[in-house]
């Protein structure tokens, strides 16, 4: 898919590919920028995709665009995309093959109700206007009202779950995020879902980012947990083969500086006496 990097500045000028996009009076620079992405998708009769920087320093994201001017927010299914901390930096575990769920509003075999599509695409608008905090309330709100209808094992509810983690990300709560993630993935693991690697690895890339020892060790032997029962029911693809490896690795550390922690407070509290 062609994939155009957008830039955003907050004098509220923009530029896709490094060519400034003129703007018209009354248009907001959001309108302009998915407005000239439908043109480029009208052009290809394809959907075509923009790595969006909406202002410096903040978080970008995905946005995919229909030739009919529909958008999403696609959710990275390559856990590179979500870095560790530059404490300790990580070794990319390997590419999400293809085939992963990746958004909520992901294309599937069957269209959605109107009145979810409806919800979806305000959450996105929502997201692409760095509206955040509105559009975490409203994923979550969509998320409760599947679960009570559908069920917290329905597709559609860990698609919504899913899209409340990534947007903790863009948050920044990288605990909610894990907790999110792994709540998906444990669920896919246990119904056997096909996507369930792909969940586990977007859950370790959530892990990833803590900054809490503590948190993580916790987080992490759950996450280990989850990788060792795909690979014992041999669900681990080959291009995930090293995922477990590289969680154990992590929480071996993780767990070596909070014992080395608690010991040396320990000593402290004796010698205090």
């Known amino acids: 898919m062609v994939r155009f990097e957008v830039h955003i500045s907050d004098e ?35 959907p075509v995709e923009a ?26 299914t390559d856990p590179a995309s979500a870095p560790a901390p530059e404490s300790e930096p990580a070794p990319d575990p390997g590419p999400v093959p293809a085939s992963a769920r990746p958004t909520a509003g992901a294309p599937r075999s069957a269209p959605l109700p109107a009145a979810l599509a409806e919800t979806v695409t305000r959450i996105n608008a929502l997201t692409s206007d760095g509206r ?28 919504a779950r899913a899209m409340e983690a990534y947007l903790a990300h863009l948050r920044g709560d990288h605990r909610e995020a894990t907790v999110l993630a792994l709540d998906v993935a444990r669920t896919m693991c246990r119904t056997g879902d096909a996507q369930a690697p792909a969940a586990v ?9 803590l900054d809490d020892d503590r948190t993580a060790v916790t987080h992490g032997r759950e996450l280990l947990r989850l990788c060792d029962s795909l690979h014992g029911a041999g669900l681990l693809p080959p291009d995930h083969a090293d995922l477990a490896r590289r969680v154990r690795r992590r929480l071996e550390k993780l767990t070596s500086r909070c014992t080395g922690s608690s010991t040396a407070r320990q000593t402290n509290v004796e010698r205090s006496r």
């Open 132 to 159: 955040l905090d509105e559009a975490s309330a409203a994923a979550t709100a969509l998320r409760e009202n599947l679960t009570a209808s559908l069920g917290a094992e329905h597709p559609d509810t860990l698609e």
């Open 12 to 46: 509220g000028f923009a530029g896709i590919d490094g060519e400034p996009l003129a703007l018209d009076a009354g248009r907001s620079v959001h309108e302009a920028v998915l407005d000239r992405l439908r043109q480029y998708a009208e052009q290809r009769g394809a």
């Open 51 to 76: 790595t969006v920087n909406d202002g410096p320093g903040t978080t970008h994201f995905v946005l995919q665009v229909a030739p009919d001017g529909s958008s999403r927010v696609v959710i990275p």
């Open 201 to 209: 690895a977007r859950a370790a890339a959530a892990w990833r980012r």
